[in-house]
């Protein structure tokens, strides 16, 4: 999908740059879906005539580095991307880049004898070294000489932003680029061994020219400790871990860096407390599981209750699983919650997984087995080792691009919420509700009888941010429903949804979670033009997070749909993750 896809054509991303989106959507109103597609495929195939161009550069790479072609080592020319040619990595990942663009630069300026120290910026994806404008020089005659190491490439900044064309270091561009910039952007361009997986210079590590003035040396832009330092500042040694939200702080040690004690101190903002987890997970397909549940009868009060794609597994949690390791390294411990099950591809003899079963948090035997979500759901604070503040994620719960824990908690351990735009129903309830608005109404009686407000947003169907405590005090403060949720079987019109709903407003109402938004995208397999927003996500890679689901499947078209998705999973997630066997079993 990565180079069939016509959605990540350059000419189309260039017409969705320039097109303001009220006109392209009256555009596409106008013109047909399938005269859409073929345009884009067309133009796509326009692209692909660059490739015997491509095949040159990269023979001409090879001349220029032949040592990069040993065992295991190759390199690819990006189309689309001004030639850029990326170094291919089986294990490329943002952190993995980052912190080798760090590794890089200060080995540069150290083996060019430039003092530097590391500034805590304003992105937690790149870091940033500061030195002397007078040793700018010696600077640009380091970064030369990285060319005849591999490609790395260098931009100008204007604050946060890179400005003008990427260009390779030691090039004429290049060496334009490095005389005058007071921030330069530097580092190597990663592909995964497919190219559906390229990371560059939004993972780089930039270089500060910081001015004299004063006996002091200023800082070229805003950066969240200090605007200025004595150019004497003692420097100090601390790992990476304490200059970025997004590091594995609590999974292991990261390199050490120089810097200056103003950074080296944390900050208010630091979330530093340990952020597991929770994933819920079963396989329908399983004869043992079927037979269990048919034991039952049809299950639930709703057709939506018993419709089998609830249950479907195709292999979402393998992906989903890839897109944490990718995307939140600083995660602790992975925790999947099953019913006698765990996946044939599960390494579950990794340190940082682990399987729980239903018997190890339901302290009712007669509650099982359980067929409904909400019932899981509503135990979840009783898995054993689970850390107070943890992410949980349905399995068709997906992180897009790169995040750090801000993005779902503040330092001070309040959770953040993601309201949706739908909204709960407002009539009574009735047997007639689905599940998921019949939960939500429950749980607007019990918010507006305690707090005298009604419940009318649901929200996001995004990983969701919890507290342990939180979810234990829920538990003794709405004993009668929340028990009664525990022990239905099925979904019932009695449930509350407590993960996904009513801890939030409960939080909320108790001061501790804030409303917060989130970059997301929901698809629905189902949709007809569910293959063409799979395209655009696939070629943007702008959300940090987005659901998969599929509640209205009827099943006959599941081979297909299945087919659909792997083909998307497997290009937007090529890297397996250390969660997975390193030989899978043969389905």
């Not at 495929?41 to 095949?55: C, D």
């Not at 993995?96 to 992105?123: K, M, P």
Request: net charge positive; with cysteine; hydrophobic share 35%.
């Amino acid at each position: 999908m990565s180079t069939g896809n016509p959605e990540a054509s350059a000419a189309v991303g260039v017409y969705r740059t320039l097109v303001p989106t009220g006109l392209r959507r009256r555009i596409a109103r106008r013109v047909p879906m399938r005269l859409r597609m073929a345009l884009k495929q067309l133009l796509r195939r326009l692209q692909s005539l660059t490739l015997g161009a491509r095949f040159f550069r990269g023979l001409r790479a090879r001349r220029r580095w032949p040592h990069l072609f040993g065992e295991g080592e190759r390199l690819a020319v990006l189309p689309g991307r001004g030639a850029q040619i990326a170094l291919v990595r089986p294990t490329v990942s943002p952190l993995g880049l980052r912190e080798a663009n760090l590794e890089l630069v200060a080995t540069l300026l150290e083996e060019a004898g430039v003092d530097y120290f590391a500034i805590r910026g304003n992105s937690d994806f790149r870091s940033s070294l500061a030195v002397a404008e007078a040793d700018r020089d010696r600077v640009r005659g380091a970064l030369d000489r990285s060319a005849r190491t591999g490609p790395v490439y260098v931009s100008a900044c204007h604050g946060d932003k890179a400005t003008g064309r990427t260009a390779l270091c030691g090039s004429r561009r290049g060496r334009h680029v490095t005389h005058a910039s007071r921030v330069l952007r530097v580092g190597m361009v990663w592909s995964d061994p497919k190219g559906s997986l390229v990371l560059g210079l939004e993972y780089g590590c930039d270089i500060e020219f910081w001015q004299p003035s004063e006996g002091r040396l200023m800082a070229p832009r805003p950066n969240r400790v200090t605007e200025d330092v004595a150019p004497d500042e003692p420097r100090v040694t601390i790992p990476v871990s304490r200059l970025t939200g997004f590091a594995a702080l609590h999974t292991r040690r990261t390199r050490s860096v120089r810097t200056i004690r103003p950074c080296a101190d944390a900050l208010p903002e630091d979330v530093r407390f340990p952020i597991d987890v929770v994933y819920t997970w079963v396989d329908g397909n399983d004869p043992a599981w079927q037979q269990r549940r048919a034991a039952f009868g049809h299950g639930g009060y709703h057709t939506e209750s018993a419709n089998a794609a609830r249950y479907i597994s195709r292999d979402e949690l393998r992906y989903s699983l890839r897109a944490l390791e990718q995307n939140a390294p600083w995660v602790r411990h992975v925790y999947v919650v099953t019913d006698r099950q765990r996946p044939a591809w599960l390494n579950d003899r990794h340190p940082r997984v682990t399987v729980v079963d239903h018997s190890e948090i339901f302290d009712d035997p007669s509650a099982l087995p359980t067929f409904n979500s909400h019932a899981i759901e509503s135990r979840l604070h009783h898995i054993k080792g689970l850390s107070e503040h943890f992410l949980y994620f349905n399995d068709d719960m997906f992180l897009g691009c790169p995040v750090t824990p801000q993005d779902f908690f503040l330092s001070n351990g309040m959770t953040r919420t993601f309201f949706s735009p739908s909204q709960v129903p407002r009539w009574d309830l009735t047997q007639g509700d689905r599940p998921v608005d019949a939960a939500g109404k429950n749980n607007r009686r019990l918010i507006l009888d305690n707090f005298g407000s009604a419940i009318v947003q649901k929200l996001r169907h995004a990983p969701y941010a919890l507290r342990r405590s939180v979810l234990q005090e829920i538990e003794r403060e709405f004993a009668g429903a929340h028990r009664q949720t525990s022990l239905s079987r099925f979904r019932s019109a009695t449930d509350i949804s407590i993960p996904s709903s009513l801890y939030h407003y409960y939080a909320y109402f108790t001061g501790r979670a804030v409303p917060s938004t989130i970059g997301f995208a929901y698809l629905d397999l189902a949709k007809p033009e569910i293959q063409r927003r799979l395209g655009i996500l696939l070629a943007r890679r702008d959300r940090q997070a987005f659901c998969i689901n599929d509640t209205l499947s009827d099943g006959q078209d599941t081979e297909r749909q299945t087919a659909m998705l792997r083909r998307f999973l497997d290009a937007y997630y090529p890297v397996p993750s250390p969660f997975e066997r390193k030989e899978p079993e043969i389905r």
